[in-house]
C-alpha cells in the first residue's frame, strides 16, 4: 500500500475525531466531520466517472470545502490544483485545459465563474459551491456542493486503493507563466508527504496546534499549513484576509494559537498597524516566514515584540512541494540573515556556473535534491530539464554558505519577480500589455519595496501617433490579470536595452 | 468637491483605472470584489490621513470603516465632527 497524506488525515480522524480541524467564522468542523465531507468528495468523483491521476480544479477560497475537496480527490485517485482565486477567467481556462481537468469546483461567489462557466469546455464537470448571486444565471449543466455531500453516509474511503505508487500525480500547482507556457508544477504523493512529514519534524508541531491562517491553500505555502496541520490532528483557524490586520492578532488571541505562518509582507503589516505586546498572544509558541527575504529589522522587532515565541526563518520554492531549509529558533540571533540549513530529508548544494560546489563564502546557485522534488513542468519537458538535472532542483536563487553551511541567500539569476511572496513572470505582463495598440515595446522588471519586497514596474516605448496613458495600460491589465500582477509604476521610454540579437537586458531597466 | 467625490475618485483612479464613475457602486465591498488588498488599504489610509486631516488608529482598521466607499464616507465623516 502507497502511503498518501489522505492516510495521515485518516490517522487524525481515528485518533480525535471531534477535534476542530478547521475554523471559519461561526463555523467549526471536526475531523470526524471534514471526513465526512472528504468521503463524500470522493464518492462523488469516483461515481462520475473520475479517472487515475485525472484532474480536478478548485476555485474556492480558504475554507473547510476546500480541504474536503483537495483530499476528496486525492481520496478518489485523482489530482487536486488548487487555482489562484484572484486569477482572471482566461488564466483559469488556460489552466484547466492544459491540465485537461475533469472537474472543477468553483465558489459561486467568484467573480470570474460567469465567463468561466461560459467559456469552459462542456466534458469538465462543475461543481458550484454557494449561493449564486442574483441575475448571475449559469447557463451550463453544473452540480451544487449540497447535492455532493448530500449522502449523511457517504461510502467508504478504499485508502489500499489510492495510489498504485508514490510516484503517482497527487497535485498541481501553476506558478507564474505565459499563456503559451503555463507552468504547472506536478507533485506525486511521495513529494507531498516527504515534505509534510520534514516540516512536521523541524517545526516539531503538535496534536495541540491552534494555527491562525491567513496564506491561502492553492499556494504551495499555504498548502503546507493545511497538510501538516490536519496530518497532526491540530486546529487551522481561517482568516481569509490581512487587509485589516488587528483583526488578525484579536483572533490569534482569542483563539488562543499556538502558530502563524506569514510572508514578509504579513509580517511588515502586523508590525506597522497593530500593537503586537498589547494583545494577550502568550499561547503562541512559534511564527514562520517564508516566500522571500525578510529585512533583519523586522526579525529582531518581532524578537522584541514577543519574546516568549520561537521564530523561524525558511526558504522553499513551489518546485520543492514547498520546504527547502528552515534556520532553527535557537541559532536566529547569531545567524541573523541566514535562511538555515537543509530540512530533514533534503540535501542542498551551492554550485558554481560549472555545477562545481562552491567553497563557503562564495556565491552560486542553490541546488536542491530529496523526495520533495517535483515530477516536473506539466508538458512542459523542455522546462523542466532545464531545472531539474540528475535528480537536483537547480532553483534559480544565488546564496552563499557560511563557514558552518548555513545558507545566506545574496539574490535570483532568474527574472522572476517576487511581490509580497508571489513569484510573478514579467513576460506574462509584458505579453498583456503588448495586446495594446500603441505598444511598441514593453520591458517589466520588479523594483525594491520595503513592504512587499519587490513591485512591478513596466516600461513602455509607444507607437508614434497613438496615445496611450498609464492609466490605460493599468486598466487594461486590471481586466486581463490577477491584481498583484499590476504595474504599480509605468514609465514611458524611448527605447529598451538590448542584446544584438534583441533580446531585453532586464538588468539593465533596473539601473535606469 | 464632497468627501464621496474624493474618496470615489480615488479608488476609480489608482484601482481601477478609470473615470467611469459607474465602475464604481458605493456599497460594493472591497475586499469582496478584490478591488483592494491588504497593502493598497494602507494606501488608501495615508489618503484619508492626508486629505482629510484625521489619524486613523489601528483599532479603527475595521471593514465597518473601511470596506466601502459608504463606509469609508461615514467614517471620515465621523472623524471630522469628532475633531471639530
Known amino acids: 500500500m502507497t502511503k498518501t497524506l489522505v492516510h495521515l488525515l485518516h490517522e487524525s480522524v481515528s485518533r480525535c475525531p471531534d477535534t476542530e480541524a478547521i475554523v471559519l467564522q461561526e463555523r467549526r468542523v471536526t475531523y470526524r466531520q471534514l471526513w465526512r465531507e472528504v468521503s463524500s468528495v470522493a464518492g462523488f468523483l469516483r461515481t462520475n466517472g473520475l479517472a487515475k491521476e485525472a484532474r480536478v480544479g478548485i476555485l474556492h477560497g480558504n475554507s473547510p470545502e476546500y480541504a474536503a475537496i483537495y483530499y476528496g480527490t486525492l481520496a478518489a485517485g485523482g489530482t487536486a490544483i488548487g487555482l489562484n482565486t484572484s486569477a482572471k477567467a482566461k488564466d483559469l481556462l488556460n489552466w484547466l485545459n492544459h491540465s485537461e481537468s475533469s472537474f472543477v469546483f468553483a465558489s459561486a461567489k467568484n467573480n470570474e465563474l460567469h465567463e468561466l462557466a461560459a467559456k469552459l469546455d462542456s466534458e469538465v464537470g462543475l461543481v458550484i459551491i454557494?449561493?449564486?448571486?442574483?441575475?448571475?444565471?449559469?447557463?451550463?449543466?453544473?452540480?451544487?456542493?449540497?447535492?455532493?455531500?448530500?449522502?449523511e453516509n457517504p461510502p467508504e474511503i478504499d485508502l489500499d486503493g489510492i495510489a498504485e505508487s508514490e510516484t503517482q500525480l497527487a497535485a498541481f500547482i501553476y506558478t507564474s507563466g505565459t499563456t503559451g507556457n503555463p507552468k504547472g508544477v506536478t507533485l506525486s504523493h511521495k513529494n507531498l508527504l516527504a515534505n509534510t512529514r520534514s516540516i512536521l519534524e523541524y517545526l516539531e508541531l503538535k496534536s495541540d496546534e491552534r494555527i491562525v491562517n491567513v496564506l491561502p491553500f492553492y499556494y504551495s505555502y499555504g498548502n503546507s499549513i493545511l497538510h501538516t496541520h490536519l496530518a497532526v490532528g491540530g486546529t487551522i483557524i481561517l482568516e481569509n484576509s490581512l487587509m485589516y490586520p488587528h483583526k488578525v492578532v484579536a483572533k490569534m488571541a482569542e483563539e488562543k494559537a499556538t502558530g502563524f505562518s506569514g510572508v514578509p509582507s504579513t509580517f511588515a503589516l502586523l508590525l506597522s498597524r497593530t500593537k503586537l505586546q498589547e494583545y494577550d498572544l502568550r499561547s503562541v509558541r512559534y511564527l514562520s516566514q517564508a516566500g522571500g527575504p525578510m529585512p533583519p529589522a523586522n526579525v529582531e522587532r518581532l524578537?522584541?515584540?514577543?519574546?516568549?515565541v520561537r521564530i523561524f526563518i525558511m526558504y522553499g520554492q513551489t518546485e520543492a512541494t514547498a520546504r527547502l531549509t528552515y534556520l532553527p529558533p535557537e541559532r536566529l540571533e547569531e545567524k541573523l540573515g541566514s535562511c538555515g540549513i537543509p530540512i530533514p530529508g533534503v540535501r542542498i548544494e551551492i554550485r558554481d556556473a560549472e555545477g562545481n560546489p562552491c567553497p563557503p563564502g562564495t556565491t552560486g546557485e542553490i541546488c536542491a535534491t530529496g523526495d520533495n522534488i517535483m515530477l516536473g513542468y506539466w508538458k512542459n519537458p523542455e522546462d523542466t530539464a532545464k531545472v531539474v538535472v540528475d535528480g537536483w532542483l537547480k532553483t534559480g536563487d544565488l546564496a552563499h554558505f557560511d563557514d558552518d553551511r548555513y545558507i545566506f541567500i545574496d539574490g535570483r539569476s532568474s527574472e522572476m519577480i517576487k511581490s509580497g511572496g508571489q513569484r510573478i513572470s514579467p513576460k506574462e505582463i509584458e505579453e498583456v500589455i503588448s495586446e495594446l495598440d500603441g505598444v511598441a515595446e514593453v520591458g517589466v522588471v520588479g523594483i525594491d519595496d520595503e513592504m512587499l519586497g519587490q513591485i512591478i514596474k513596466a516600461f513602455i516605448v509607444r507607437k508614434p501617433d497613438i496615445p496611450l496613458e498609464a492609466k490605460t495600460i493599468q486598466a487594461h491589465c486590471l481586466k486581463n490579470l490577477a491584481s498583484y500582477k499590476i504595474p504599480k509604476h509605468i514609465e514611458f521610454t524611448n527605447d529598451l536595452p538590448k542584446t544584438a540579437s534583441g533580446k531585453l537586458r532586464r538588468h539593465l531597466l533596473l539601473e535606469r | 468637491m464632497s468627501v464621496e467625490t474624493k474618496i470615489r475618485d480615488y479608488i476609480l483612479e489608482n484601482y481601477?483605472?478609470?473615470?467611469?464613475?459607474?465602475?464604481?457602486?458605493?456599497?460594493?465591498s472591497f475586499l469582496d470584489k478584490g478591488i483592494i488588498d491588504s497593502t493598497g488599504i494602507m494606501e488608501v489610509i495615508a489618503f484619508l490621513q492626508e486629505e482629510f486631516e484625521i489619524e486613523v488608529e489601528d483599532e479603527e482598521m475595521i471593514p465597518e470603516n473601511l470596506d466601502s466607499v459608504?463606509?469609508?464616507?461615514?467614517?471620515v465623516t465621523k472623524k471630522q465632527k469628532a475633531d471639530q
Not at chain 1, 454557494?130 to 449522502?151: M, S, Y
Request: glycine content about 2%.
Open chain 2, 70 to 75: 459608504n463606509n469609508i464616507v461615514a467614517y
Open chain 1, 130 to 151: 454557494g449561493e449564486l448571486p442574483k441575475n448571475q444565471a449559469i447557463d451550463r449543466p453544473f452540480q451544487t456542493w449540497e447535492q455532493v455531500v448530500a449522502d
Open chain 2, 16 to 28: 481601477l483605472f478609470t473615470d467611469d464613475q459607474s465602475a464604481l457602486e458605493n456599497d460594493t
Open chain 1, 303 to 308: 524578537k522584541k515584540a514577543l519574546p516568549h
